[in-house]
């Protein structure tokens, strides 16, 4: 067996209780080892996309118990993406919370920032049903408390709404779980999609309640429409680099759509025929929508990078949704690019918040206004679409793949509007903050206001080292559009082994090999 | 039996329904604590109910068994909610100690965060 599989989950399980306990009170050495912990993080990753870059589907069975009994996890090439996309996404993020000071505005940051990879990871990897919950439940708990973290009233408030949520969204997990297992006797993923094939027709009633029951905990995850109400409250209140580390808990929901929704449930099977994409795609599209106008009507940024989540949430959703291997390999794109970009934004929302407060109302001019000013289009142009860079290519893919799809009007419809819709948006934000400072410089009113800044910015202690963490986010996006060829070429096999089952089943079932 | 049971579940998640969508947090906890145990009933179900059933296999002879697996996962779903319902107990509590209030909805001025800033 190949044990670099299990090791994105241990190295952070190992990692946070060690800085828990033996480092709670040296901050440098938390962020040392954090950050090493992070980078080999990335390593592994790198190791383990490698090594399924190949096409095999590897399987590493935990306690060495065979396949349907046995807890499993499984590599192939999305978990590899996917577990790669988190390690690249968690070294900017922890590098900008030491250098802006969020780490030190509360405890044990560093400790439940590796709890909350283990999670992320752990959900990426398994091929286990209730495990794949009990991960859910551990980058959960994980983001209480990075949610809650630095407190004030108003973050413990939008943190009980979160937690709430999240606690019924995890007891609805569970009622979907046990009536999947009471229809198929299984909850191995490989092992449900061979048992919901030989169902008779006439027993499948209670697996569609089943199937529907876990999209429906997806969607809460993943934020689509109806489900997306903690959405905007939770992550506009939640420390925003911690923010931009949740960019990744909206694509966990993402991914788990596209994992179930291939293997098991997949479009050919006749019991669930149609249930996915029919509801999911609606959803999805008016998620978008709400999104879009949620960000021109947003006096907050903070709020309004939230609402940019969602709305590109919903171009990954209506990818997802058409549930064809190009969408699929336009939706893996596109999932890279919308968390890179997500976080970016959240980065330089909380640069914005830290200068000068998140209102969206003219102010004096804040210090490194050029700079930041330049941070945020960047990230504009990133997460509406906008031409130079990764947003643009994927967004064109989407709108490709979904030019044979039967309802191709609505989808272009909605996608291009949203698209100018949220530029609107975005551009008014912008000049709001950044151009109109000038005017207002020497108004009377913005005296006190100004003293109130002053004090907040007071704990920066090494903004060099944040605005690294920002470029190098840019980096990222940069990178994703130069070498948008191999990316998608990686992403189209990726799509075509998500829709050979087939495949993924054997590997699981098939024994050792 | 099987009625008892689905009715209790029912019952369970019904009353845990309505106590969530109440406005303050203390009732909101209660249904969540509700729906929580109506899920773990739930999932031992799931493995059809037996009475007088050990849940292991015997070796020699035939003899009727209960499902092992369910009762395995409702510890898990056990401990992760009671350990998840006292997180949000003290949430809660830190936050109506600091804004003197325990509605669970926040107002406009509310998500207007930051505080150097006029609502």
Redesign the interface.
């Known amino acids: 067996m190949n044990h670099w599989i299990v090791a994105p989950i241990v190295l952070p399980a190992i990692l946070a209780p060690f800085i828990i306990m033996v480092l709670r009170y040296h901050l440098d050495l938390q962020r040392i080892f954090s950050v090493a912990g992070v980078v080999a993080l990335l390593g592994i990753a790198l190791t383990i996309t490698a090594q399924a870059s190949g096409g095999d589907i590897q399987v590493y069975e935990l306690g060495d118990w065979p396949a349907p009994f046995g807890i499993v996890m499984v590599l192939d090439r999305m978990s590899a993406m996917m577990v790669l996309l988190t390690a690249l996404l968690a070294l900017p993020i922890v590098l900008y919370a030491i250098g802006s000071g969020w780490d030190q505005r509360g405890n044990h940051f560093h400790a439940l920032f590796h709890f909350q990879l283990m999670g992320v990871c752990g959900a990426f990897l398994t091929g286990d049903a209730?495990n794949l919950f009990?991960f859910f439940?551990v980058l959960l708990?994980a983001s209480?408390g990075l949610m809650?973290h630095g407190?004030?009233?108003?973050?413990?408030?939008?943190?009980?709404?979160y937690?709430?949520y999240n606690?019924?969204g995890?007891?609805l997990f569970?009622?979907a779980?046990?009536?999947l297992?009471?229809v198929t006797g299984t909850?191995n993923m490989a092992d449900i999609a061979v048992r919901v094939a030989e169902l008779p027709p006439e027993d499948t009633a209670l697996l569609r309640v089943g199937a529907v029951l876990l999209l429906l905990v997806f969607c809460i995850k993943a934020a689509v429409l109806p489900l997306h109400f903690w959405l905007?409250?939770s992550y506009?209140?939640a420390p925003l680099p911690v923010a931009a580390l949740f960019a990744i808990m909206t694509k966990v929901g993402a991914y788990s759509i596209l994992r179930m929704y291939t293997l098991a449930f997949g479009p050919e099977v006749e019991a669930t025929q149609g249930l996915v994409g029919d509801w999911l795609q609606p959803a999805a599209i008016l998620t978008l929508a709400v999104g879009a106008i949620g960000i021109l009507g947003a006096?907050?940024i903070?709020?309004m990078v939230a609402f940019c989540a969602i709305a590109s949430m919903g171009t990954l959703l209506i990818a997802i949704s058409l549930f064809t291997p190009e969408a699929t390999a336009a939706a893996l794109y596109y999932i890279f690019h919308s968390t890179l970009a997500t976080a970016l934004l959240f980065l330089v929302a909380d640069l914005v918040?830290e200068r000068r407060?998140?209102?969206i109302t003219p102010k004096p001019p804040m210090p490194q206004s050029g700079l930041v000013a330049a941070l945020f289009f960047v990230g504009a142009i990133a997460i509406a679409g906008m031409p130079p860079l990764s947003g643009f290519v994927g967004k064109l893919l989407v709108l490709d793949a979904a030019r044979d799809a039967s309802n191709a009007n609505a989808v272009w419809f909605v996608i291009l509007v949203g698209s100018f819709v949220t530029i609107v948006g975005l551009a008014r934000a912008g000049s709001l903050i950044f151009w109109k400072s000038h005017d207002v410089e020497y108004a009377g009113e913005d005296a006190p206001?100004e003293e109130?800044?002053d004090?907040?910015s007071a704990p920066e202690p090494q903004p060099g080292l944040a605005f690294t963490a920002v470029f190098g986010a840019v980096a990222g996006l940069i990178l994703l559009t130069l070498f948008a060829g191999p990316a998608l070429e990686y992403t189209s096999k990726t799509a075509e082994q998500l829709f050979t089952p087939e495949r993924y089943i054997s590997a699981v079932l098939g024994g050792e090999e | 039996m099987e009625a008892l049971v689905a009715s209790a579940v029912g019952v369970l998640t019904a009353a845990g329904i309505f106590l969530?969508l109440r406005r303050r947090?203390f009732p909101?906890?209660l249904g969540?604590s509700l729906?929580?145990y109506?899920?773990n009933v739930?999932?031992f179900?799931?493995?059809r109910l037996a009475l007088n059933a050990p849940a292991v296999l015997n070796k020699y002879e035939e003899v009727p068994y209960t499902d092992p697996?369910?009762q395995a996962?409702v510890l898990?779903?056990i401990v992760?909610?009671f350990?998840?319902?006292a997180?949000?107990v003290m949430?809660?509590l830190?936050?109506y100690l600091?804004?003197k209030d325990d509605h669970?909805?926040?107002t406009a001025q509310?998500?207007?965060?930051?505080?150097?800033?006029?609502a």
Request: charged content about 15%; aromatic content about 6%.
């Open positions: 209730f009990v439940e708990i209480y809650t407190g004030g009233s108003v973050r413990l408030k939008a943190g009980v709404q937690v709430a606690l019924l995890s007891t569970l009622f779980l046990g009536t297992y009471g909850l905007p409250a506009a209140n006096h907050h903070a709020r918040m407060g998140g209102a206001e109130e800044t004090e907040r | 969530i947090t909101v906890i969540l729906i929580t109506a899920v739930f999932l179900a799931t493995g697996l369910p996962l898990t779903a992760i909610s350990g998840m319902t997180v949000i949430i809660a830190s936050a600091s804004s669970i909805d926040m509310d998500c207007v965060d930051a505080p150097g800033e006029d």
